[in-house]
């Protein structure tokens, strides 16, 4: 399984400072070396419009804020990503129950497994500056936290 994020670029859109330390673990034990960290729905606009991810993961409330604009923007463009809520699927909306849902809280394996089932089959995005180990991990400057592996 440490091969499943190999060489790809992440975006992560969560608020909570715990639990996005919780994911960065998670991620780098699933192979990633390349993530963005967001915390509000406007970083994650901004990141979605400059940069270029193979996979997102988007927790549905950014402190009370619901983030239907950024499911919006990735589906637009064909970013694949999964939902990360503590709510029931009425959160959610109909729009997206076609995409895996991690429940809060979940386990490295959960993430592993919904990982696989949105990454099958798609290939890895080329980004500019992309080395064989990745790219840097870098989070907007608001960001109280920067992620960096490699």
């Not at 994020?5 to 780098?28: K, P, Q, T």
């Not at 959610?92 to 129950?97: F, K, Q, S």
């Amino acid at each position: 399984m440490a091969e499943l994020l190999s060489g790809r670029h992440i975006l992560v859109v969560e608020d909570e400072m715990m639990i996005l330390m919780m994911i960065e673990d998670m991620l780098a034990d699933l192979g990633c070396k390349s993530m963005t960290a967001v915390a509000t729905v406007s970083q994650a606009l901004a990141a979605i419009t400059h940069e270029a991810f193979d996979v997102a993961m988007l927790d549905m409330n950014l402190n009370g804020d619901k983030s239907h604009a950024v499911a919006a923007a990735l589906m637009v463009g064909r970013v694949p990503f999964l939902l990360s809520t503590g709510y029931d699927s009425c959160e959610i909306g109909d729009r997206y129950r076609d995409r895996p849902i991690l429940r809060k809280p979940f386990t490295s394996g959960d993430l592993a497994v919904a990982m696989a089932r949105i990454l099958e089959g798609t290939p890895r995005t080329s980004r500019p500056g992309q080395t064989a180990t990745g790219t840097a991990c870098r989070a907007p400057k608001n960001f109280p936290r920067k992620f960096v592996r490699g």
